[in-house]
């Protein structure tokens, strides 16, 4: 597609299980970006990828956050062992280069509920 | 604290009004940039502005920076309903920095 492309749009699991988010960026686009928005805020980096490898993983809260990225193309955010407060909205973007003077690419998140 | 914050944090106006919204920033720029998210959507890049630039127009949007004091306005004119989102500022501030959003301001615009 045209588009950043998330799933699952949405997401209720239970406390305790694993999660995994996936992200189809733009076809070309070299840096992902992911984020995380709580209710009513802003956004709060978790990782980059540029390529396959991940310069800046600075924005995952704990070791059970992860992130992959294969073949230049697709991400999937790995939440084990979820708690309620990693109830958000996950979003990616991706951009033809790095972090750089180009606009990011959003798609449209995936709500991830815990109970 | 963020990088960039946005001013108001909420906005009500009437349709054919123009809205504007301010962010404040801390640190020196590379870019300014403003996004609009539409509920239970992502986000969409609305304008870019450069460091040396002051004033940059898109359609019925106004953009404003100035770097003396940190601060960037976005101006909406004659405004529309479908006009209601949220709105951030997002600032860059170079080699290898990340894009720093503020908490946004949510615009209401009544028919």
């Known amino acids: 597609g045209a588009g950043v492309s998330q799933s699952p749009s949405n997401k209720v699991t239970e406390k305790g299980k694993d999660v995994e988010l996936r992200c189809d960026p733009i076809?070309?686009?070299?840096?992902l970006y992911w984020y995380r928005q709580s209710l009513g805020q802003g956004l709060e980096f978790l990782i980059y990828?540029?390529?396959?490898?991940?310069?800046?993983k600075s924005g995952l809260p704990s070791d059970r956050f992860s992130a992959e990225r294969t073949g230049g193309s697709v991400s999937t955010l790995t939440i084990q062992r979820t708690q309620q407060e990693d109830s958000a909205v996950y979003l990616c973007?991706?951009?033809?280069?790095?972090?750089?003077?180009?606009?990011?690419?959003f798609g449209d998140g995936t709500r991830l509920s815990i109970l | 604290s963020q990088q960039g914050e946005e001013d108001p944090q909420a906005l009500s106006i009437q349709e054919g009004e123009n809205a504007t919204m301010n962010c404040s920033y801390k640190t020196s720029i590379n870019n300014l940039q403003w996004y609009r998210q539409n509920s239970g959507r992502g986000l969409v890049h609305l304008i870019l502005?450069?460091?040396?630039?002051r004033e940059k127009h898109s359609g019925r949007l106004r953009v404003t920076l100035d770097t003396s004091k940190k601060s960037s306005s976005l101006l909406i004119t004659a405004s529309r309903a479908a006009d209601t989102a949220s709105y951030f500022c997002?600032?860059?501030?170079?080699?290898?920095?990340?894009?720093?959003f503020g908490k946004g301001i949510t615009l209401s615009v009544r028919p």
């Open positions: 973007a991706s951009t033809l280069g790095g972090w750089s003077n180009q606009p990011q690419h």
């Open positions: 990828f540029q390529g396959n490898s991940a310069p800046d």
């Open positions: 997002a600032t860059y501030t170079g080699a290898n920095s990340k894009l720093t």
């Open positions: 502005i450069r460091s040396n630039e």
């Open positions: 076809s070309g686009h070299t840096a």
